[in-house]
């Protein structure tokens, strides 16, 4: 089979407060929408020729005439607002309640089981910001050893260690343990290691961060796996799934996650790409930068030619993302948005796909374009994308 599908998740980038924003904190969140405003217009012509003006109104990118692409809007209907709760919706899975999240710290039974079983004492045990976390115990963590423990507004265990204290794969092997003893009621979302190097007043994380997340239930990648379909992932993709049914090349930036995608359209035979670019959220958006998240965008924009320019016609490319993360708002957290919904290829025609009602249904359309049957939740809107 020659036919190919990418879906490209733009991490974060949302495009406007979902119907139910305000039970999660969110009233007012619209990443794109609150951005184009703060920086007095966007400027991301190959993104608006696609479509993306045509979804929301955006400052300095009016609606066109003939977008070269459909466009269309994703509302959540999964609760919570994470990563993985977005790509698992994408791929057909909908959760009727959210992650646990623990804004106090985690019960003082599951530090110490913790504790106990990987052979080191615990530090921290609170909710904030990586980079201040590693500020405030780093020094500690040096002279004692002890992992360093914290999470934030995400369901997250995440254990920070120096790589020069703790080497990586025993990082790695604590992080399995936690994973093992994060069971219901305390499923977290993910358990992540969140490797630092430096010293006292110059610390800073490395690219070898690892996640660990819960194994979902059956999703729109172990469909395509039954019938031989290939899947790769680009970004942590492999870890929002547990590994199953996908795996990914590891990027440490937008920019290798760009050449890695491009790679993958110019070579792959056949097959599914699933892409995660992870700086909007983690290097922008968490950090409420403005600059950084509108130039990553801009980036982003850019490189979007060339992979049309090396697509085949039995390709159908999808760009969207998994949750907002509106740098403009005082939090530094997720934010409860609808996300937007871009199709490109030489077979799409420039037409609305509509408000969509969830993820699944772009997952939905994937099973159709391939022939699979899915089981999952959504419905397809492939023969919108194709009409003639």
């Given at each position: 089979?020659?036919?190919?599908?990418?879906?490209l998740?733009?991490?974060?980038?949302?495009?406007?407060?979902?119907?139910?924003?305000?039970?999660?904190?969110?009233?007012?969140?619209?990443?794109?929408?609150?951005?184009?405003?703060?920086?007095g217009?966007?400027?991301?012509?190959?993104?608006q020729r696609?479509?993306?003006?045509?979804?929301?109104?955006?400052?300095?990118?009016?609606?066109v005439?003939?977008?070269?692409?459909?466009?269309?809007?994703?509302?959540?209907?999964?609760?919570?607002?994470?990563?993985?709760?977005g790509?698992w919706?994408?791929?057909?899975?909908?959760?009727?309640?959210?992650?646990?999240t623990?804004?106090?710290?985690?019960?003082?039974?599951l530090?110490?089981?913790?504790?106990?079983?990987?052979?080191?004492?615990?530090?921290?045990?609170?909710?904030?910001?990586?980079?201040?976390?590693?500020?405030?115990?780093?020094?500690?963590?040096?002279?004692?050893?002890?992992?360093?423990?914290?999470?934030?507004?995400d369901?997250?265990?995440?254990?920070?260690?120096?790589?020069?204290?703790?080497?990586?794969?025993?990082?790695?092997a604590?992080?399995?343990?936690?994973?093992?003893?994060?069971?219901?009621?305390?499923?977290?979302?993910?358990?992540?290691?969140?490797?630092?190097?430096?010293?006292?007043?110059?610390?800073?994380r490395?690219?070898?961060?690892?996640d660990?997340?819960?194994?979902?239930?059956?999703?729109?990648?172990?469909?395509?796996?039954?019938?031989?379909?290939?899947r790769?992932?680009?970004?942590k993709?492999?870890?929002?799934?547990?590994?199953?049914?996908?795996?990914?090349?590891?990027?440490?930036?937008?920019?290798?996650?760009?050449?890695?995608?491009?790679?993958?359209?110019?070579?792959?035979e056949?097959?599914?790409?699933?892409?995660?670019?992870?700086?909007?959220?983690?290097?922008?958006?968490h950090?409420?930068?403005v600059?950084?998240?509108y130039?990553?965008?801009?980036?982003?924009?850019?490189?979007?030619?060339?992979?049309?320019?090396?697509?085949?016609?039995?390709?159908?490319?999808?760009?969207?993302?998994?949750?907002?993360?509106?740098?403009?708002?005082?939090?530094?957290?997720?934010?409860?948005?609808?996300?937007?919904?871009?199709?490109?290829?030489?077979?799409v025609?420039?037409?609305?796909?509509?408000?969509?009602?969830?993820?699944?249904d772009?997952g939905?359309?994937?099973?159709?374009?391939?022939?699979?049957?899915?089981?999952?939740a959504?419905?397809?809107?492939?023969?919108?994308?194709?009409?003639?």
């Open positions: 089979m020659s036919k190919r599908a990418i879906i998740v733009l991490d974060g980038v949302g495009i406007g407060a979902a119907p139910d924003a305000d039970a999660y904190g969110d009233a007012g969140s619209d990443t794109l929408g609150n951005i184009s405003r703060a920086v217009g966007l400027q991301l012509p190959n993104l696609a479509g993306l003006g045509n979804i929301a109104p955006l400052a300095g990118m009016p609606s005439r003939k977008p070269i692409g459909a466009w269309g809007l994703m509302v959540p209907h999964s609760a919570g607002k994470d990563s993985t709760t790509h919706e994408i791929a057909g899975i909908q959760l009727e309640r959210p992650f646990p623990y804004p106090h710290g985690f019960p003082a039974a530090v110490r089981a913790f504790a106990e079983r990987t052979g080191r004492g615990v530090i921290g045990n609170v909710t904030g910001s990586g980079t201040a976390i590693i500020d405030r115990f780093g020094a500690e963590h040096e002279r004692t050893g002890a992992w360093i423990l914290y999470t934030s507004a369901s997250v265990f995440q254990v920070a260690a120096h790589e020069e204290v703790v080497p990586l794969s025993e990082l790695y604590g992080c399995q343990i936690a994973r093992e003893i994060l069971v219901a009621p305390h499923d977290v979302s993910r358990v992540i290691a969140r490797p630092f190097v430096g010293h006292e007043g110059g610390y800073s490395t690219k070898n961060r690892r660990f997340s819960i194994a979902p239930p059956p999703t729109l990648l172990d469909a395509l796996a039954s019938r031989g379909i290939a790769e992932g680009v970004g993709v492999d870890d929002l799934f547990a590994g199953r049914g996908i795996e990914s090349r590891h990027t440490a930036s937008n920019a290798d996650g760009i050449v890695a995608i491009r790679s993958w359209i110019e070579h792959a056949s097959g599914l790409l699933f892409a995660n670019l992870v700086d909007f959220d983690q290097q922008f958006g950090r409420n930068d600059p950084g998240f130039q990553a965008l801009r980036d982003f924009d850019a490189a979007l030619p060339s992979f049309l320019s090396a697509m085949r016609e039995d390709d159908l490319l999808f760009i969207t993302a998994d949750h907002g993360n509106d740098p403009t708002t005082p939090s530094t957290d997720h934010a409860r948005e609808c996300v937007p919904l871009l199709g490109l290829g030489q077979r025609v420039g037409v609305t796909i509509g408000r969509r009602e969830t993820f699944s772009l939905a359309t994937v099973a159709e374009w391939f022939a699979v049957p899915f089981s999952g959504g419905t397809s809107f492939l023969e919108t994308l194709l009409a003639a």
